[in-house]
C-alpha cells in the first residue's frame, strides 16, 4: 500500500527555518517525481517543489526559489523540504505526493499519485 506521511511542520517566527520530511511506505520514492504543495486558509492549493526521478533534478515555485530546498535519503526512503528565512506567506497545509509535474510556462504543478495527510506551518510573529 503505498503512503506518504508529512512531519516537522510547526509555528515558527519569520526569517526562522524548518524540514518538512516525507516518510514514503509501499514504494520506492527515488524511482518518482515528487512534489510538494501547500495550502494557505481560503486559497487554493499551490504547488512548492517538483523534483524529477530521472535526475533529481527540482522546478521551485518563485516565492520560494533560493529559499526552500529538497533532498533525498534513498535509504530512509525519505524525502526532504528544507524552508529556510521563512515568511508569514509560507503559512499552510504543506503535503508531499508522487508523480508531479510542472506546466512552467504557466507555473503551474500538478500530482497524479499518492497524497499525504499534510503538516502544518505556521510563521508569526
Known amino acids: 500500500q503505498v503512503q506518504l506521511v508529512e512531519s516537522g511542520g510547526g509555528l515558527v517566527q519569520p526569517g526562522s527555518s524548518l524540514r518538512l520530511s516525507c516518510a514514503a511506505s509501499g514504494f520506492t520514492a527515488g524511482y518518482y517525481a515528487i512534489g510538494w504543495f501547500r495550502q494557505a486558509p481560503g486559497k487554493e492549493r499551490e504547488g512548492v517543489s517538483c523534483?524529477?526521478?530521472?535526475?533529481?533534478?527540482?522546478y521551485s515555485a518563485d516565492s520560494v526559489n533560493g529559499r526552500f530546498t529538497f533532498s533525498r535519503d534513498i535509504g530512509k526512503n525519505t524525502v526532504y523540504l528544507q524552508m529556510n528565512s521563512l515568511k508569514p506567506e509560507d503559512t499552510g497545509v504543506y503535503y508531499c505526493a508522487t508523480d508531479c509535474s510542472v506546466l512552467a510556462d504557466l507555473g503551474s504543478f500538478l500530482a497524479f499519485g499518492s497524497w499525504g495527510q499534510g503538516t502544518q506551518v505556521t510563521v508569526s510573529s
Open positions: 523534483t524529477k526521478s530521472s535526475d533529481g533534478s527540482t
